[in-house]
C-alpha cells in the first residue's frame, strides 16, 4: 500500500505540474493553493507525531544514574516515602487505524477534486450532428 500512495502522489504532483503550463493562471494558483494547504497539514501532523516521541525520550532520560560501588547510597527516612509512579497509559491502537483512514480520505478527497478541476479545464468535445 505505501508504494501504491507514493506512485499516486507523484502522478498528481506530475499532472499538476504539466497543467502549470497550459492551464488558466487562476486556475493554477488554485492547484498550488491545495498543493500548499496538504503540504502543510502533512508538515504539521508530522510535527506532532515528533513531539509525541520526543514525550517517551523524555520519560527515559529522567533515570537515575549510576552509582559507582564506592559511594553508599542514603537510606531514605523511615517517615518519608517515595510517591507511587502512575500507570504509564498504553498507547491506543485503534488511533493509528483512524488516523490512516482519515488520510486515506483526505488523499481521495484532494485527487477527486483536482480531477474535477482538471476535466472542466478540457475542452468540449462537439458533438457530430445526426
Do not use: C, H, W
Request: overall charge positive; glycine content about 0%.
Amino acid at each position: 500500500m505505501d508504494m501504491e500512495y507514493k506512485s499516486e502522489m507523484r502522478k498528481l504532483i506530475d499532472i499538476v505540474k504539466q497543467q502549470s503550463l497550459s492551464a488558466p493562471l487562476a486556475s493554477t494558483l488554485d492547484d498550488m493553493k491545495t498543493l500548499t494547504t496538504a503540504v502543510k497539514d502533512l508538515n504539521d501532523r508530522i510535527e506532532i507525531r515528533v513531539r509525541k516521541s520526543l514525550v517517551g525520550d523524555d520519560k527515559q532520560i529522567t533515570k537515575k544514574p549510576k552509582v559507582p560501588n564506592k559511594v553508599k547510597q542514603a537510606k531514605p527516612f523511615p517517615s518519608v516515602s517515595a510517591a507511587p509512579t502512575p500507570p504509564k497509559p498504553n498507547p491506543p491502537t485503534q488511533s493509528d487505524t483512524k488516523v490512516k483512514a482519515l488520510q486515506q480520505v483526505d488523499f481521495n478527497k484532494m485527487r477527486d477534486d483536482l480531477l474535477a478541476k482538471q476535466q472542466a479545464l478540457q475542452p468540449n468535445k462537439p458533438i457530430p450532428p445526426t
